[in-house]
């Protein structure tokens, strides 16, 4: 399927990983920053804004494969996500599982392998990042399956993930799982589901190019990362259940903000969004994503966890996995075809001679 990269998501997916970097690696000695409270919401509104460019590029990508062939090829969506995803993460599970073998157990493994972690809350440090890939797989196990039906049935299901995310969060901060509330695949479908109404009513927001390409659009952006101090401070309000309330309204509206702005920085492509350390970052955010952990742990305090040699050994292992692992699983994914015969070509074709489909 013929694909084009969408100018400033990777400099949307930057801000996403640095928002997380920030909050582990400031549990590094020497690191400049102190752990807190807004490092803590802001890496997890990190983790929520990847989820919305998620939905978003899972959702466009589907709906161009249904325009241009008339339907959803389910067996090569798997494949190419277990190509995208699979390697990386089990070559990362081997590796601390070697290291760390003193200190994980066979069922923290499985539950990492089998992407069932988002629903446990005693997960080892070094895998308890996993959670985020636990809730996109079972994304990725829904919604292709529902954008191969119907799209009308996929948008109203969308729909309703939006609506009964709330509900799951508050139902579950009420009963003391505020935990779950933060990482369960219901309490956050709603940010994946926002990416995806986002992609379904392209054709409907692009008659509205000029306000998202409007000069004063920063003003959004402004207001929507201001709503995690919303969310902390929520405590303030005394009377139950006000505080419950804010709390899961307050990540609904950031949904909602970020994918406005998502909308505004494809319309706009903010020049901050496009430099290129920014897009590096972002190509890079998946495998930092997955490799800063170890040099972050806090359990295990050494030379390579204290600032600044364990940023230089997050950004190595990181590499490291993006061009020897990801990059060679990336073009496996990618379709191939013979080139077609040339009648008069001034040169032979040489035997087993293929091109890719770009």
Known sequence: MQTTRIPSLD??????????????????????VQP????????????????????????????????????????????????????????YLAVVAVIYYQSLSGTDLILAATYLSSYSVHIPWVLGHLWSLSVEEHFYLIWPIAMARRVMSARTLAIAAVIA????????????????????????????????????????????RAFFAWRGFPLVWGLTLSIPVMFHYSYLLRFWPLPQLVQVSALSAFNLGVALCIQNAITARPRVLNTPIMVWIG??????????????????????TTFPQNLGLTLLAAMASYYIIEQPFRKLREPRRRPAPQHRAPLPVPRGAWVRAE
């Open 165 to 208: 995310s709330p509900v799951f969060r508050y139902a579950l901060v009420k009963h003391g799982f505020y935990l779950g509330s933060m990482q369960f695949f219901p309490s956050v479908a709603d940010a994946l589901a926002a990416g995806c109404l986002l992609a379904l009513y392209q054709p409907q927001l692009q008659k509205h």
């Open 283 to 304: 190509s890079l955010s998946y495998s930092l994503y997955l490799w800063q952990m170890p040099f972050t742990n806090p359990d295990t305090p050494s030379w390579a």
């Open 36 to 91: 807190s409270w807004w490092t803590f919401i802001y890496a997890h509104c990190g983790v929520r804004l990847f989820f919305v460019i998620s939905g978003f590029l899972i959702t466009s990508l589907l709906v161009q494969e249904r325009e241009k062939n008339g339907a959803v090829n389910l067996k090569q969506f798997y494949l190419r996500r277990a190509c995208r995803i699979l390697p990386a993460t089990y070559v």
């Open 11 to 32: 400099g949307l997916r930057a801000f996403s990983i640095l928002a997380v970097c920030v909050c582990h690696f400031a549990l590094s000695p020497g690191f400049p």
